[in-house]
Nanobody, 122 residues
């Protein structure tokens, strides 16, 4: 069964850190471009970071650049999003998705997870 499952979301204080995981089953993540997205209450979903096939290119949104790091572990078929210096505005449901190209539209990625909640308290 093809599946993407996010984990690692939690409640954390401002300035804290979290590492989100995106684990794949039924296909090989390294053969795909992986995007992390987030959606805060009342806001549109936005792209946060993207890792292209085999890690050739990495992209970050301006809002997380310098604080978040995307990485992959091929042996575990998992992609991570390390989030440091968290701010209350980072509060959102975070999703991962696998596809062919980096873009800001999660619905264009064939494989999508169900999300994990990140809450940053002030």
């Amino acid at each position: 069964q093809v599946q993407l499952v996010e984990s690692g979301g939690d409640l954390v204080q401002t300035g804290g850190s979290l590492r989100l995981s995106c684990a794949a089953s039924g296909f090989t993540l390294a053969d795909h471009t992986i995007g992390w997205f987030r959606q805060a209450p009342g806001k549109e979903r936005e792209g946060v970071s993207c890792l292209t096939t085999s890690g050739l290119n990495i992209y970050y949104s301006d809002s997380v650049k310098g604080r978040f790091t995307i990485s992959g572990d091929g042996a575990k078929n998992t992609v991570y999003l390390q989030m440091n210096s968290l701010k209350p505005e980072d509060t959102a449901v975070y999703y991962c998705a696998a596809g062919r190209l980096c873009n800001g539209y999660m619905n264009t990625y064939p494989y999508r997870g169900r999300g994990t909640q990140v809450t940053v308290s002030s």
